[in-house]
């Protein structure tokens, strides 16, 4: 709550859930820059943090926004606050307070509400008459009403002019003709790409988050090893993208390590930035998904077209493709000795087994002999 009112923003009173606290609230983007990362490293990766665009208010810092740019509207020729008059071909500006000091056209406005009023009176005038003719010079299903439709055609046509009517062709049924419908034609598989945040992962799962504290090194690679076999199932084009930016000197580096490619940003660029550039270059020509659990990264990649994956989503969908894999290596047969008729048909076996058994008979009866 602390952080919000820092940032400037407005919050709801905590909601508990569990063992956890929900805390809802607003501020001003530029405020919450990099909150996430602050949020997983004092909160040890327990703490969420997600983001969804509420509209446009009062900046909060207006003064010192319009003092940062130097901003002096009497001066923007391009949205100038006045009004822009022409004299002998060049236009020169005149201020709104004394723009009918300079007017030589009376106002459209004014003229149009002039007309508007002439015409309503007459229509008015027009209507009184008919209203106060005898009903008897009216026919009978209108004499209720005071007035017939083409009376009122009559009147109107006299006050706004003739409108314009469909003719009879137009008016008739309409015919369609439908050429021959193009067969559907086998369509190209769109490649899939997908984008993960290689550090947002790291710092989001609790194996790689405790291995980290330990090696960071080794989590990175722990997690390469995973998004290996996860590729060798996909068959995706898979990219892990690691922030590099405080390195100094470090002008990037990408590699591929087994059947993935893996990107060190170079300095000054954030795993973010990489990742929200690639996505808005290949999104409009690929399926692109992105793996992150970046709330503003989040935002920025919906935008492109591409499809999102949390973290936590990305686990599960790991953990059910391994079960999966498991299941299948359990009904591979299990080394050992391989018996001729183990995988025979039943039918098959049980004729063979008695036309064993018709032989030993067989050979029984000949030695008793």
């Not at 665009?53 to 901003?71: A, D, K, L």
């Not at 008059?85 to 004394?98: D, I, K, M, Q, R």
């Not at 008919?130 to 209108?142: G, I, Q, S, V």
């Not at 290949?282 to 492109?304: C, F, N, P």
């Amino acid at each position: 709550m602390a952080d919000i009112e820092r940032m400037q923003g407005r919050f709801d009173p905590p909601q508990p859930e569990g063992e956890m606290t929900v805390l809802e609230g607003s501020a001003p983007v530029i405020n919450m820059r990099d909150y996430q990362k602050e949020i997983v490293s004092y909160t040890k990766g327990r703490g969420r943090f997600t983001c969804s665009v509420e509209g446009y208010e009062p900046c909060h810092n207006e003064q010192e926004v319009i003092e940062s740019i130097g901003y002096d509207p009497e001066t923007d020729l391009d949205y100038p606050t006045g009004s822009v008059f022409c004299s002998h071909g060049a236009g020169y500006l005149v201020p709104w307070n004394e723009v009918k000091n300079h007017m030589h056209i009376g106002c459209l406005l004014d003229q149009k509400k002039t007309v508007n009023s002439e015409a309503g009176t007459y229509l008015e005038r027009e209507i009184n008459v008919l209203e106060n003719r005898p009903a008897a010079a009216l026919p009978p299903a209108y004499a209720s009403s005071g007035i017939d439709d083409k009376e009122l055609e009559e009147i109107f046509i006299r006050t706004y002019g003739e409108s314009k009517r469909k003719t009879t062709s137009q008016n008739g049924p309409r015919t369609v003709t439908y050429g021959a419908q193009r067969s559907a034609g086998p369509q190209e598989k769109v490649e899939e790409y997908l984008l993960v945040d290689g550090y947002n992962i790291i710092f989001a799962w609790e194996e790689l988050r405790e291995l980290a504290k330990a090696t960071i090194d080794g989590a990175r690679h722990k997690l390469m090893d995973i998004l290996c076999n996860y590729q060798g199932y996909k068959k995706c084009t898979l990219i892990v993208v690691f922030d590099a930016y405080k390195v100094t000197g470090n002008t990037g580096e990408a590699l591929d390590y087994h059947n993935i490619h893996v990107v060190y940003t170079k300095e000054a660029e954030t795993a973010d930035q990489y990742i929200e550039k690639l996505a808005h270059e290949m999104g409009k020509k690929y399926h692109v998904t992105v793996a992150t659990s970046d709330g503003l990264e989040q935002l920025i990649i919906r935008g492109q077209g591409c499809m999102l994956l949390s973290a936590t989503d990305l686990k599960e969908e790991i953990e059910r493709i391994n079960g999966q894999l498991a299941e299948e290596r359990e009904r591979l047969p299990k080394p050992g000795r391989n018996y001729l008729l183990r995988h025979a048909d039943k039918n098959i076996v049980e004729a063979l087994k008695e036309e064993h058994h018709t032989e030993t008979e067989g050979r029984n009866k000949k030695r008793q002999k």
